[in-house]
């Protein structure tokens, strides 16, 4: 059985970790090679406690990643990759919210995406760091590189894996599609939650009806002029449905505010914005949006 490594314990690296144990895979959790980290990390999910091993160093041995990471770590992962490859047979998996402007040239071809939208947290318990499954969603799995998804099936090993984990998990063709999806969502949700210092499903009792169709409209016109269809009003729907179903939950926006961390939002509304303007248009909402957050957490970065 090859083993798994996890990048980034953050909830949802956590909660994958997690479903692969529970379910029998061999789990070990990759720290920064710069990291003071503790050999064993231990996670309190339903009333258990799990124990991982934790590495600084990759492996010489063949390992599925899965990498749950911030938008602004991929670029850093993926050069320390470049610089020391995996071994022949192993996989590389990468979730993280948002785009990149330059993923054509940074995300391998080899490499697959997951998306989901399950919804966690993590909060300071009686035992320590817990993990709180707040909103029960779904995820999909394909090739980063549309090239290589036309041509190859996913492994199926690969997929019944992660499908027993965290249920249900789709073998999507279309990853970009999916990924489009995904940004719209998070573009509607979770600069929102900061503003308004919410969990998901508050959102739904808010007067924001007019702003998230606003969003959705320059969201929508910057994927069609990259060739992806995707009409506004599917685009609200499906923001609404996913904010009701992780209506418990923490967006990881709001969970990094309140960490003080850096946030994703140049990679979601940040990313249409700048978008729409290379594309000589404006975008004002989500351009409004992006420069709120930013200014809400302009010293963040610094206390990283
Ligand atoms: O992806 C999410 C996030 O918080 O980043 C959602 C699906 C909105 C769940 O909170």
Redesign the pocket.
């Known amino acids: 059985m090859t083993p798994w490594l996890v990048v980034g314990s953050g909830a ?1 690296g956590s909660l994958m970790a997690v479903g692969l144990q529970r379910t029998g895979q061999q789990v070990q959790l990759k720290a920064r090679a710069d990291s003071a980290a503790a050999p064993q990390l231990q996670i309190h999910a339903n009333q258990h406690n799990y124990e991982f091993p934790v590495y600084t160093s990759w492996p010489a041995q063949p390992v599925r990643v899965f990498a749950a990471i911030k938008a602004y770590q991929v670029a850093p992962l993926l050069n320390e990759l470049r610089a020391r490859p995996l071994a022949p047979g192993s996989e590389l998996i990468l979730s993280y ?1 948002g785009m990149l402007d330059d993923e054509a040239s940074l995300i391998p071809s080899a490499a697959l995406h997951w998306v ?6 993590r909060q300071v318990g009686d035992n320590g760091q817990e993990l709180v499954h ?2 029960q ?1 779904e995820s999909w799995l394909g090739w980063a590189n549309p090239a290589v998804s036309g041509a190859a099936g996913l492994p199926a090993d690969l997929l019944r894996t992660l499908a027993t984990a965290l249920p249900p998990l789709v073998a999507e063709p279309d990853m970009v599609l999916r990924r489009w999806h ?1 940004l719209a ?2 573009c509607l ?2 600069p929102l ?1 900061v503003i308004h210092q919410c969990r ?1 499903g508050e959102l739904l009792n808010l007067p924001l009806t007019d702003l998230m169709q606003q969003l959705a409209a320059e969201i929508s016109q910057l994927a069609a002029q990259r060739g992806v269809v995707l009409p506004a009003a599917g685009i609200v729907a499906q923001a609404r449905q ?2 009701q179903k ?1 209506a418990a ?7 990094d505010v309140r960490n003080q961390r850096p946030t ?1 939002i140049d990679y979601l509304n940040g990313f249409i914005a700048r978008g729409c303007q290379q594309a000589g248009y404006a975008a004002p909402a989500n351009e409004q949006l992006w420069q709120q957050v930013k200014k809400l957490t302009k010293d963040f970065s610094r206390l990283r």
């Open positions: 949802l919210n989901t939208t399950h919804g966690a947290f707040a909103g969603g995904k969502v998070n949700i979770n939650t998901n996913v904010a992780t939950n923490w967006s990881s926006m709001l969970s994703e």
